[in-house]
């Protein structure tokens, strides 16, 4: 029932003045979030490929915890020897790694030049966590990483001396290569199907922050009303025991719960009647308090008290 971080940029972006700073960044972002899932979609189609008779075991979108350190792992293949953590990135362009100073940039198609967070020092921490998350569950096995550049117009100017890198259509025959490097442990107590059902059960949901906390945006910027799915305008109204588009005509009864989802992924919960009132213009709080009892909203406190969140 929760949007998807697509589906929440989405939502504010049309909730924005078109052409602002605010709205051409979110723009940028959505494009970048998608760009990204494209670029994890092509890496899973590639994965087809592995064959590997001596068995593993492949876990995507891995979301762990440490204590108080959260890690997100694209993959983390599963052998005998060694776990190895992949890591995609849909970055496009010439791509360099100044290996002195650690910093990593792109040139683009124009010549511009951006300087972007090096994606090997992520590879780093995370075979740094996964190490330690091993030890703390007594599994004696190595930990090794590789960054996979996933756009088919990503060239590899320089690489990291650090991490092993590539584009995506060299990732396998360089996961076979890792997976050479390692010698089979001794004392192996740990079975993968055993490494994995662990792993699986230990997943911590990201939460991610409400847009507008994480990109400083006013609230009195957005757009208030229930936007129509078909025209893209906030002018969907209670129409007898419907939801109309004054604009269009459309009917859509799910309108309203989609802009309480909204309201959530840009603002954060629990919300009130109140809120969602102020949020959508609709004037009947018996008509709110329906769509949030109707639609298995987890409710508590009571009467003008009561605060609502997803379940």
Do not use: C, W
């Given at each position: 029932m929760k949007l998807s971080r697509v589906e929440a940029l989405q939502g504010a972006i049309r909730r924005l003045k078109m052409g602002s700073p605010d709205h051409l960044f979110l723009e940028k972002e959505?494009?970048?979030?998608?760009?990204?899932?494209?670029?994890?979609?092509?890496?899973?189609?590639?994965?087809?490929e592995f064959y590997f008779p001596?068995?593993?075991?492949?876990i995507w979108n891995n979301c762990l915890s440490l204590n108080q350190w959260?890690?997100?792992?694209?993959?983390?293949?599963?052998?005998?020897?060694?776990?190895i953590?992949?890591?995609?990135?849909n970055i496009s362009g010439e791509l360099y790694f100044d290996n002195?100073?650690?910093?990593?940039?792109?040139?683009?198609?124009?010549?511009?030049?951006?300087?972007?967070?090096?994606?090997?020092?992520?590879?780093?921490k995370h075979i740094r966590f996964m190490k330690a998350w091993f030890a703390a569950h007594s599994i004696q096995l190595p930990v090794d990483g590789l960054l996979v550049f996933t756009s088919k117009q990503a060239e590899l100017k320089t690489l990291p001396q650090n991490i092993r890198t590539c584009r995506h259509h060299h990732m396998i025959e360089l996961l076979f290569k890792i997976?050479?490097?390692?010698?089979?442990?001794?004392?192996?107590?740990?079975?993968?199907?055993?490494t994995k059902n662990l792993i699986e059960s230990n997943q911590t949901p990201f939460v991610q922050k409400p847009i507008l906390v994480q990109y400083s945006i006013k609230t009195e910027l957005l757009a208030r009303g229930i936007f129509c799915e078909h025209c893209d305008t906030p002018t969907v109204v209670k129409h007898l025991r419907s939801w109309r588009c004054l604009q269009c005509g459309l009917v859509d009864n799910h309108s309203?719960?989609?802009?309480?989802?909204?309201?959530?992924?840009?603002?954060?919960?629990?919300?009130?009647?109140?809120?969602?009132?102020?949020?959508?213009?609709?004037?009947?709080?018996?008509?709110?308090?329906?769509?949030?009892?109707?639609?298995?909203?987890?409710?508590?406190?009571?009467?003008?008290?009561?605060?609502?969140?997803?379940?």
């Open positions: 959505l494009f970048n979030t998608e760009a990204g899932i494209r670029g994890e979609q092509r890496l899973r189609k590639k994965f087809i001596e068995g593993y075991e492949i959260p890690v997100q792992i694209d993959g983390l293949l599963l052998t005998e020897k060694v776990a953590i992949i890591e995609s990135k002195d100073t650690r910093e990593f940039y792109r040139v683009d198609a124009t010549g511009l030049k951006t300087v972007m967070d090096n994606p090997s020092i992520q590879v780093e997976i050479k490097e390692y010698k089979p442990p001794t004392n192996l107590r740990s079975s993968l199907e055993y309203p719960v989609r802009a309480i989802l909204e309201y959530i992924s840009l603002f954060g919960g629990p919300i009130s009647n109140q809120n969602i009132r102020d949020f959508t213009g609709i004037k009947d709080r018996h008509a709110v308090k329906r769509l949030l009892t109707l639609n298995d909203f987890e409710k508590t406190g009571q009467k003008r008290h009561s605060k609502y969140s997803l379940k």
